[in-house]
């Protein structure tokens, strides 16, 4: 079964996303282009949804993993809010409709000027990752003639022994407050005077596909919360991020909606039952339902490895370059000629740059073939390098392709570049 199924399927050899032709929409947006299904999308949304029935609730979207207007438009109109990390993302969230009450700012290096935008705009939350980013935030607040509602996002330090998938959630990361200092920084945090202390955040890493480690973390989490409302310091929410991982290749991830189960289970039987629970999710939320359509431009067969040449790049798709993701790669017409392997590899000057490696293709100069699961980390962590206008994305909702990005024009890339004077 493909990625991205039930909305991706082949039908008469032709590859299509919500029944609509994916050849045709590399036809006529052109190459390299994303395109994204909406009812995917939603999808994805509604298993976090069943599990969270009944319960007080805020979903975040955490945006960075995919921030097209159009796609937080369509979780801002399902209800959800997001998770933000930089002043940027907090003018795109507010630009899509996201209401500010719904938006929680994340992120280890929260500038001033960035502090103040969200103090302005009346976000809902701050997790907050340092003694130093508390004192700051609260100076910025007191400025402001406003008090900054602040969760903690601690460092549960869950053991990478048993669980080597995660990546954030350890003592030796730059992410949140150590477990150990935690209380003291709550502390901290109660006696400032331009603070509310609202609840507390963890968020253990991405692309997690077992339960324990949600299960862990959020233990470790609970045993805060006691001792930390212990000393009257009350935790009205509790934020357990977002890390779910999708299927690439052979993973089996949990389903979002057996995962949040699991961990309501736990909060029941620990007695926080009725705590209002906050969720990060981003990969989960939109990664299976996106592809990166791409045309082939050359062959070049070898006598040791054989290139197929495509238009789209590593600074349209980082992933396989940057952490060798592996990530399906479909023709999107079939051919009858046999399959043979290549490595798909883009344009740029770098022997990093490529898409996939060994894989079988029957494939021909001016076939359209799909990159799948690139809805999440794909346009987002997308860049100009070679000076490559980023690619078009292209929304498709309620069976209409909706272009929801313009491809970018080479004469924008140097707009704000100066000549020399003489
Ligand atoms: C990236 C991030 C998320 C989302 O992670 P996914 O793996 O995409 O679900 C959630 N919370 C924070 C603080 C993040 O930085």
């Known amino acids: 079964m493909l990625p991205g199924a ?20 590399a036809r006529r947006f052109g190459t390299p282009l994303y395109v994204y299904s909406q009812a995917a999308m939603l999808g994805a949304l509604a298993a976090y949804r069943r599990a969270l029935a009944g319960r007080p609730h805020l979903l975040c979207y955490a945006m960075k993993a995919n921030a097209n207007l159009a796609v937080l438009q369509t979780f801002a109109r399902a209800g959800c809010g997001v998770d933000i990390v930089s002043g940027g993302e907090l003018a795109r969230a507010l630009a899509a409709g996201v209401p500010a009450t719904r938006i929680v700012f994340s992120g280890v290096g929260k500038t001033r000027d960035e502090m103040r935008q969200a103090l302005d705009a009346g976000v809902r939350g701050f997790n907050v990752e340092s003694l130093g980013e508390l004192q700051r935030l609260s100076r910025v607040a007191v400025e402001a003639g406003a008090t900054a ?10 053991d990478a022994g048993t669980h080597p998938y995660i990546s954030t959630g350890l003592r030796d990361n730059k992410f949140g407050i150590a477990h150990d200092e935690a209380l003291d920084a709550y502390r901290a945090a109660a006696a400032l005077p331009g603070l509310r202390v609202t609840g507390i955040d963890c968020h253990i890493g991405s692309q997690i596909t077992q339960v324990e480690p949600f299960v862990d973390a ?3 989490l609970l045993d805060l919360v006691e001792a930390v409302e212990a000393e009257g310091i009350a935790l009205a929410h509790i934020d357990v991020g977002g890390g779910l991982g999708i299927r690439y ?3 089996s ?11 309501l289970a736990r909060l029941d039987a620990r007695g926080f039952g009725g705590r ?13 339902a996106g592809v990166l359509l791409t045309e082939v431009q050359y062959l070049k067969p070898g006598a040791a490895r054989s290139f197929c040449i495509v238009d789209a790049a590593m600074n349209d798709l980082v992933r396989p370059a940057m952490y060798q993701a ?15 392997p290549w490595d798909v590899v883009g344009p740029v000057c770098e022997s990093g740059d490529w898409l996939g490696r060994d894989r079988r293709l029957a494939v021909e100069p001016g076939d359209v073939l799909a990159v799948l699961s690139a809805g999440a980390y794909g346009m987002t962590m997308a ?37 020399l004077a003489g």
Request: proline share 9%; with cysteine.
């Open 6 to 25: 039930p909305h991706l399927a082949r039908r008469a050899g032709a590859l299509q996303l919500d029944g609509v032709p994916l050849a045709a929409l």
């Open 149 to 158: 509602p602040v969760s903690l996002r601690v460092n549960p330090d869950v």
């Open 218 to 220: 959020l233990d470790r």
């Open 249 to 251: 290749a052979e993973e």
């Open 253 to 263: 991830p949990p389903a979002a909606d057996e995962l949040v189960a699991r961990m």
């Open 276 to 288: 209002e629970i906050l969720l990060e999710p981003g990969r989960s939320l939109v990664g299976n």
């Open 326 to 340: 592996w990530m399906a790669i479909e023709p999107c017409t079939e051919r009858a000629a046999p399959a043979r």
């Open 383 to 419: 860049s100009n390098y070679n000076t490559r206008p980023r690619a078009a994305e292209v929304m498709i909702v309620d069976g209409e392709a909706v272009l929801v990005r313009e491809r970018e024009r080479v004469q924008d890339l140097f707009a704000g570049e100066r000549l």
